[in-house]
């Protein structure tokens, strides 16, 4: 069983940049494939951005792409991911997420485990 633990979320402006940092314990972290998802008030979860394994392979959702970065470190077993230019529309809490296997698109993966979640508020 693998846990998960985000951080890194707050309030912040428009046009600021804000790191989302999540944690992993449990599990071979370096086997692991992980993303991040974000869901807002009254819509459906969103895929936000993945990376691989061995991190060499990322892909990230239409929303953020050209924005974002996501980052591992899997003697730290954690992955990161920079939002630049921040819209109000990214508002969100943002979710960590593993899959124990995958064989298909980054997006597609069955992930399996979740964290709770931090909230990113881009308001001024």
């Known amino acids: 069983q693998v846990q998960l633990v985000e951080s890194g979320g707050g309030l912040v402006q428009p046009g600021d940049s804000l790191r989302l940092s999540c944690t992993a314990s449990g599990g071979i972290f370096s086997m692991l494939t992980m993303a991040w998802f974000r869901q807002a008030p009254g819509k459906e979860r969103e895929f936000v951005a993945a990376?691989?394994?061995?991190?060499?392979?990322?892909t990230f959702g239409d929303s953020v792409k050209g924005r974002a970065t996501i980052s591992r470190d899997n003697a730290k077993k954690t992955v990161d991911i920079q939002m630049n230019g921040l819209k109000p529309e990214d508002t969100a809490v943002y979710h960590c997420?593993?899959?124990?296997?995958?064989?298909?698109?980054?997006?597609?993966?069955?992930?399996?485990?979740w964290g709770q979640g931090t909230q990113v508020t881009v308001s001024s």
């Open positions: 997420a593993v899959a124990t296997f995958c064989d298909t698109y980054l997006e597609n993966c069955p992930y399996d485990y």
């Open positions: 990376i691989t394994r061995s991190g060499g392979g990322t």
